[in-house]
């Protein structure tokens, strides 16, 4: 099911395709067998925070086409799609293929094309409110990072290098 018949007919592993993008970006991601009008491609669908500016996702843009441009031609991610949604279960270890699908046909988790992500407006943040400062006290703690280098559009496993006895600590 996971399989992706590429556009010669050759079987395309998702799996196999994932690994050319782990060391490019820091975000959940997977790739999946997905629908357009030149039948199944291979598709990327990444979540991002809400966060996240315009300059950054630029640059997670750029990443992603230059870790595409290694992968052998016919091979290649054909669609890119972003989400603010949770793409990966509260109890899951890594993103699911069917967790996705199932979520983008139930319709919660909606795609924004790659077009269309630099045109949206981020969500605005206030770091000061007094919540917001104990949040950032409390990881920058126990990450051992100063409060400063703690912000909104941070994800603390992903982009803070949290482990998992982080996270519960925190």
């Known amino acids: 099911n996971d399989v992706i018949i590429g556009e010669n007919g050759e079987n395309l592993n998702p799996d196999i395709m994932e690994k050319q993008f782990a060391s490019s970006i820091n975000l959940p991601y997977c790739i999946i067998r997905y629908k357009d009008n030149d039948g199944f491609v291979p598709a990327m669908i990444v979540q991002i925070n809400r966060y996240a500016d315009s300059g950054y996702l630029k640059a997670v843009i750029n990443a992603l086409h230059n870790a595409?441009?290694?992968?052998?031609?016919?091979?290649r991610v054909r669609r890119f799609f972003f989400t603010e949604d949770e793409i990966a279960s509260k109890s899951a270890v890594k993103v699911?293929?069917?967790?996705?699908q199932r979520g983008m046909e139930?319709?919660?988790?909606?795609?924004?094309?790659?077009?269309?992500i630099l045109s949206?407006?981020?969500?605005?943040?206030?770091?000061t409110q007094e919540l917001a400062v104990k949040i950032k006290e409390i990881i920058s703690k126990v990450l051992n990072k100063s409060p400063e280098d703690i912000t909104a559009d941070l994800h603390v496993v992903f982009?803070?290098?949290a482990t998992s006895l982080d996270y519960f600590t925190i």
């Open 68 to 75: 595409n441009e290694l992968l052998p031609i016919t091979g």
């Open 96 to 100: 699911s293929r069917q967790y996705v």
């Open 120 to 127: 949206r407006k981020p969500e605005v943040f206030d770091e």
């Open 159 to 161: 982009d803070l290098g």
């Open 106 to 116: 139930n319709g919660s988790i909606k795609l924004i094309s790659s077009n269309d």
